[in-house]
């Protein structure tokens, strides 16, 4: 059986977290290894979480300070080793199907390549479990610059190869970048910016609980979307410029070359109204949603991108 590495990032999460882990445990055809690493928690939940460990052999818990989700995710990959053959993340609240892991791992044995990514769509549920609607993010698109522009995939349907994770290792989330990156967003630009492949399976096998206490952003409502989108003027101006300029530090070398051109087109757009009208017009940055699509372009021009 391959071996999967998944870690949990937890935070005030005793309503949950005995569910979650249950279900995380009761993956068939795979063998797991879970960390679950205490952001802080101000409830229960570090003491639920000694009850979880003393229970299973394969559990282990790190108990460290608040330093938010983003790292507290990106920084626990960072300790894992290289022994296990897929890692995955997992969020505190959601239910797992018995087969996500395995559905997963199967179709990343079949993809060709030594950097692969797997993601979901999204069975959304209530926090009674109650099936809401399926999110299985129509118009997708997995290439670089439409993943630049909008980040759609879910982190807490990831798993990936240990090709991917080496090249993670190589990447830092500092304090310094604020909300730069999330974890997931950072794994799925390492893949792409590395020439690795994203296999998008639309069927979902978790219960993806939607909830007043959710911490990531997926799924938090209409207006928490548009806010999303728009915000590239406010809190998350330049963020695709300083997203790629950081890739760049670090992964240059290993760029194909059109994924290389792109990069450089996008860090140096603003160094003339020649540039930046082409990066405008480049479809390569359109992410297949009309709105969110308008919104980059505006972004471009006013040099916001």
Known sequence: MKKVYVILS????????REQVESILAQTGVEVTLLIRDDGSQDGTPGIMQDIQAAHAGVRCVYGENIGFRRSFFDSLLEADDTYDYYAFADQDDVWDPDKLSRAVE??????????????????????????????????????????SRQRIAGC???????????CRRFRITPEMGNLFSHDAAVYYICLACGGQVIFDPESRISFRRHTGTVTEHGKGFWTRV?????VFGRFRDRRYNQVRELLKVYADDMPPEVYELSQKIAGYRGSVGKTLALAADKRIRCGIRSADIVNWVAVLCRRY
């Open 10 to 17: 937890a935070y005030n999460g005793e309503r949950y977290l």
């Open 107 to 148: 179709m990343l044995e079949q993809a060709e390549g030594e950097v692969k990514l797997y993601a979901s769509g999204l069975r959304v549920v209530n926090e009674n479990l109650e099936f809401m609607y399926n999110n299985t993010f129509p118009g997708l698109r997995t290439d670089y610059g439409a993943a630049l």
């Open 157 to 167: 349907t990831m798993v990936f190869d240990k090709g991917l994770f080496h090249r």
């Open 227 to 231: 806010e999303s989108v728009t915000n």
